[in-house]
């Protein structure tokens, strides 16, 4: 396999890192992938992992003037599993098949085009989940369809938001004030009998639940700093969650407010 120059292979594992991190994995893994691919091209690299930004230095193995430093920006997208998985699979693949790095550069395009999945697909599945955990924690039918038609009304919300590019703050206590009203607009014409379980479960789309594991994993794997970052993160999302549904309880005098 020929050795590709420190540039071009520093240009390709930028954008590497900016996909795998947007995708919404934890940060060892984007360094052991990042890593196994410098390695497999003759290559040294180093990573420090901020919240907002990456710092990455890579190095020739045989001769340690020729280097690269660079300051990256950390991007966030939407949670991709899948995505995820390529890349992490790419990243062998380069290793124990020795792809030149134009293969490499194919591969990683491929899967950036097709990261985006269908956007009424993900609502109508959300919008089911939500409302089979209402039915799970013991919520009636009209409050299932009323969890239903908020989650799909919020979500929706969300992504029109982040389009945008509304702050995530502002779109969570909006989406969270604007889901757990219609439901409680069921509540109000009293056609769903079990409030709390419905009201709690029109939010739960909104969870951080992954970046909260993330930072756990994060700190549990040494990278102390972006680990409680992201708990910082996650707890603020967490009170614009509960700034939301404080303002649904307060306009409508409901529950611990009453």
Same mark, same amino acid.
């Given at each position: 396999?020929?050795?590709? +120059?420190?540039?071009?292979?520093?240009?390709?594992?930028?954008?590497?890192?900016?996909?795998?991190?947007?995708?919404?994995?934890?940060?060892?893994?984007?360094?052991?992938?990042? +890593?196994?691919?410098?390695?497999?091209?003759?290559?040294?690299?180093?990573? @420090?992992? *901020?919240?907002?930004?990456?710092?990455?230095?890579?190095?020739?193995?045989?001769?340690?003037?020729?280097?690269?430093?660079?300051?990256?920006?950390?991007?966030?997208?939407?949670?991709?599993?899948?995505?995820?998985?390529?890349?992490?699979?790419?990243?062998?693949?380069?290793?124990?098949?020795?792809?030149?790095?134009?293969?490499?550069?194919?591969?990683?395009?491929?899967? @950036?085009?097709?990261?985006?999945?269908?956007?009424?697909?993900?609502?109508?599945?959300?919008? %089911?989940?939500?409302?089979?955990?209402?039915?799970?924690?013991?919520?009636?039918?009209?409050?299932?369809?009323?969890?239903?038609?908020?989650?799909?009304?919020? *979500? +929706?919300?969300?992504?029109?938001?982040?389009?945008?590019?509304?702050?995530?703050?502002?779109?969570? %206590?909006?989406?969270?004030?604007?889901?757990?009203?219609? #439901?409680?607009?069921? #509540?109000?014409?009293?056609?769903?009998?079990?409030?709390?379980?419905?009201?709690?479960?029109?939010?739960?789309?909104?969870?951080?639940?992954?970046?909260?594991?993330? +930072?756990?994993?994060?700190?549990?794997?040494?990278?102390?700093?972006?680990?409680?970052?992201?708990?910082?993160?996650?707890?603020?999302?967490?009170?614009?969650?509960? %700034?939301?549904?404080?303002?649904?309880?307060?306009?409508?005098?409901?529950?611990?407010?009453?």
């Amino acid at each position: 396999m020929e050795k590709p +120059s420190i540039q071009n292979l520093t240009n390709f594992l930028i954008e590497y890192i900016s996909i795998f991190l947007s995708a919404g994995t934890y940060t060892a893994r984007v360094s052991k992938c990042v +890593s196994r691919i410098a390695n497999a091209y003759g290559y040294e690299i180093n990573m @420090n992992f *901020f919240f907002h930004h990456t710092t990455l230095n890579i190095f020739d193995k045989d001769d340690n003037s020729i280097q690269r430093t660079y300051i990256i920006p950390n991007k966030y997208s939407h949670i991709n599993f899948k995505l995820i998985l390529e890349l992490s699979a790419l990243s062998w693949q380069i290793h124990d098949h020795q792809y030149n790095l134009e293969e490499a550069k194919l591969s990683l395009l491929k899967l @950036n085009q097709h990261q985006n999945t269908s956007f009424l697909a993900n609502l109508f599945f959300v919008s %089911i989940a939500n409302a089979a955990f209402c039915k799970l924690f013991g919520g009636d039918l009209y409050g299932c369809l009323f969890v239903f038609l908020a989650t799909i009304v919020g *979500f +929706s919300l969300r992504i029109s938001l982040t389009k945008i590019k509304i702050d995530l703050r502002i779109q969570y %206590i909006l989406c969270s004030f604007l889901s757990s009203s219609i #439901v409680f607009l069921g #509540v109000d014409l009293k056609l769903i009998q079990e409030a709390n379980i419905a009201l709690g479960s029109s939010i739960l789309y909104l969870i951080p639940g992954v970046y909260f594991i993330n +930072s756990i994993i994060d700190i549990l794997k040494d990278h102390i700093l972006m680990g409680f970052s992201r708990i910082i993160s996650v707890a603020i999302l967490v009170c614009c969650i509960a %700034i939301g549904i404080y303002t649904t309880l307060s306009i409508n005098d409901f529950g611990i407010l009453r």
